[in-house]
Structures are given as C-alpha cells and as structure tokens.
C-alpha cells in the first residue's frame, strides 16, 4: 500500500494535475473570501468555510478522475487487478493519495484564516470544529467521486461521472427539505453530506455526523473494492 500511496501521491507533482487542483482551489477561495470577507470587513470564518463547499463539488473529481481511470483507459488495469496486492491496500494507497493533496490545499486556506487573526479574531474552537467538518466532508465527496470514477473508461469520463455524483447530492439535499412525505424526506436527508456539515457550521462538535462521514468514506472505499473484485472476476472468467 505505501508504494501504491507513494506512486500515486508523487504522480500528482509530476504533472500539472496536483497543481492546476491547488491553483484553481486556492484562486476560487481567495475571491470567495474576498466576497464573503474582506469585502465587508468580516471575521466570520464560519461564513466562509460553507462556501468552500461548492469548490470540492466542482474540483474533487479532478483528484480522483485518473486513479482507476487511466490505468483502464491505457490498458495497465490486469496489473493492479492481479497483483498480489490486496485490492483493499490498492484502493485505499489510492485514496490516502489523493486525500493527502486535498488536505495539503486545504491546510493552505489557513492563509485567509491568519489573515482574519491579524485584523480580528479568531476562535479556536471555532476554527478547529469548522475545518473538521469542511475536511470531512471534503474526504466523503473524494471517497463518492472513486467510488463512481471507477465505473469510467476514460479520465474525461470519470470526472464527468465524479461531478455528476456530487450534484446528485446537492440535488437529494434540495429534494429532502422540499419533500411532502416525512419518511421519505428524512431518508433523503440521512445520505445528505450537507446536512451532516451543518453542526460544524454552528460551533458545534457533533460525534454522530464525525461517524457518519467517517462511515460514508468507508462504505465508498468497500464499494469501490467490490466493484474492482467483480472486474476482475469477470475478465478472468472471460479469459
């Protein structure tokens, strides 16, 4: 697993995708913070993390949209499928690849947040409960958006499929709170990463939702196994 991690980690400095991420990420954050903060002489960090939010909905596929992907779309997919390597070790080195450049960029936009501690003031326990749940959050798109990018034939295609999993989340979000039926709204909104978010963006350090994103990124991770296991079952029964 720490040769798949290693590879994978280090793959995204040797081409410009680690750093078009970064770029575009940090570039959008900074105009959001200008908007929601500076342009109104604001310190309310918790008015600007929820905004950060879209970006990951936008930006997080890019991460995941060559990890599966490109491996099937050159044709070097049989490799990791056969190798003696657990599947489990290969989708998880995977992931903690790619969760390691989103948590670099994220730890970057502390820069708005000294900022605001320069010119006001910044609560601890505010800043630590708001970045955790931003950061879990944003660990539970990439984990959806792996899970769905390894369905695709193409990098193209599973950004695109990352993307569209990510909207069908804001969507199920907006469908649970306009839902006539109770039971089906409040199941609509039990899978909904946003509503989960929420607690955070109150102060509020809640174990339930830190579970729920903890468990929703291991669902995504398993699934994402069993979907390579069946692959590989069937190509080699093919063969």
């Known amino acids: 697993m720490r040769t798949i991690f290693k590879r994978d980690f280090l793959a995204y400095y040797r081409t410009p995708v680690g750093y078009v991420f970064a770029g575009a990420f940090l570039t959008l954050a900074g105009l959001i913070f200008y908007l929601y903060n500076l342009r109104y002489f604001s310190g309310d960090l918790l008015s600007f993390l929820p905004q950060l939010t879209l970006l990951c909905m936008l930006l997080c596929p890019i991460l995941t949209m060559r990890l599966l992907s490109e491996e099937r779309q ?8 056969t190798s003696p390597v657990s599947l489990w070790r290969v989708v ?8 390691c450049v989103l948590l670099i960029t994220i730890a ?20 630590l409960v708001g970045y955790l749940g931003f950061t879990l ?4 798109f990439l984990a959806l958006d792996l899970l769905v990018s390894c369905f695709a034939k193409n990098q193209m295609t ?7 999993a990510n909207f069908f989340l804001w969507m199920v979000d907006l469908l649970a ?3 006539s039926i109770e039971w089906l709204g409040a ?5 909904s990463l946003y509503d989960r978010y929420e607690p955070f963006l109150l102060g509020q350090l809640s174990p339930a939702c830190v579970l729920f994103f903890l468990s929703f990124i291991l669902v995504c991770l398993v699934a994402t196994v069993r979907v390579l296991d069946a692959r590989r079952f069937s190509e080699g029964g093919g063969a």
Request: charged share 15%; aromatic share 12%; proline share 2%.
């Open 74 to 81: 050159k044709g070097t997919e049989r490799l990791p499928l």
């Open 92 to 99: 998880t080195g995977k992931y903690l690849a790619a969760a």
């Open 108 to 127: 970057l936009t502390n820069v708005y947040t000294l900022i605001i501690a320069i010119y006001g003031t910044v609560y601890a326990g505010e800043w």
């Open 137 to 140: 959050q944003s660990l539970g």
């Open 158 to 164: 599973g950004a695109i499929a990352g993307f569209a």
């Open 177 to 179: 709170d306009r839902m």
């Open 187 to 191: 199941a609509l909104g039990f899978v």
